[in-house]
T-cell receptor, first 115, second 113 residues
Framework: GAGVSQSPSNKVTEKGKDVELRCDPI?????LYWYRQSLGQGLEFLIY????????KSGLPSDRFSAERTGGSVSTLTIQRTQQEDSAVYLC?????????????FGSGTQLSVL | DQQVKQNSPSLSVQEGRISILNCDYTNSMFDYFLWYKKYPAEGPTFLIS?????DKNEDGRFTVFLNKSAKHLSLHIVPSQPGDSAVYFCAASGNTGGFKTIFGAGTRLFVKA
């Protein structure tokens, strides 16, 4: 696609429910990243994919968070048993090869609100 | 630990004047620095970058300065325009043993007409 696409753009859920966030990167980009931005905070790294593998998942806050990528393209971030502190904007980005120093192309994000 | 710090949460500047956004980093392994700009309800977009082998990079109204000894960089926008009003994120990457780009907390710039 022309840009990084994320869905849904907004998600309101009840505490304890599971949510799935989807990211469709730029076609041909092998690297994919998930970040989140909590209110008043900067961009917090969650996980990095190179192809379908995740060599760096050091930013996932807890085992309630997981992510996968299939076909070297679409990625899904799953949050189980959501908590109020999970409320944030979840941003997906992709880059051409994933080498350090490459600029990232971001989607518009998913605003997650946990009530 | 915050490896990339933007200590000013906001900055207000008059149209036509210079905007200076500052950023400090702690990890000496960072060797590439980027600035991203973010409008509300949109993802960040790349603005300008600089390699650690340089101390200045200019692109139109935007110039980034890097002071490696002080582990400090700054973004200068001149002249500032109302359309520059956005949140600016400083970011760093390099041979840190990982692949991630580390972002600062952002500075919200207001350019008043």
């Amino acid at each position: 696609g022309a840009g990084v696409s994320q869905s849904p753009s907004n998600k309101v859920t009840e505490k304890g429910k599971d949510v799935e966030l989807r990211c469709d990167p730029i076609s041909g980009h092998t690297a994919l990243y998930w970040y989140r931005q909590s209110l008043g905070q900067g961009l917090e790294f969650l996980i990095y994919f190179q192809g379908n593998s995740a060599p760096d998942k050091s930013g996932l806050p807890s085992d309630r968070f997981s992510a996968e990528r299939t076909g070297g393209s679409v990625s899904t971030l799953t949050i189980q048993r959501t908590q109020q502190e999970d409320s944030a904007v979840y941003l997906c980005a992709s880059s051409s090869t994933g080498i350090p120093r490459e600029k990232l192309f971001f989607g518009s994000g998913t605003q997650l609100s946990v009530l | 630990d915050q490896q990339v710090k933007q200590n000013s949460p906001s900055l207000s500047v008059q149209e036509g004047r210079i905007s200076i956004l500052n950023c400090d980093y702690t990890n000496s392994m960072f060797d590439y620095f980027l600035w991203y700009k973010k409008y509300p309800a949109e993802g960040p977009t790349f603005l300008i970058s600089i390699s650690s082998i340089k101390d200045k990079n200019e692109d139109g109204r935007f110039t980034v300065f890097l002071n490696k000894s002080a582990k400090h960089l700054s973004l200068h926008i001149v002249p500032s325009q109302p359309g520059d009003s956005a949140v600016y994120f400083c970011a760093a990457s390099g041979n840190t043993g990982g692949f991630k780009t580390i972002f600062g907390a952002g500075t919200r710039l207001f350019v008043k007409a």
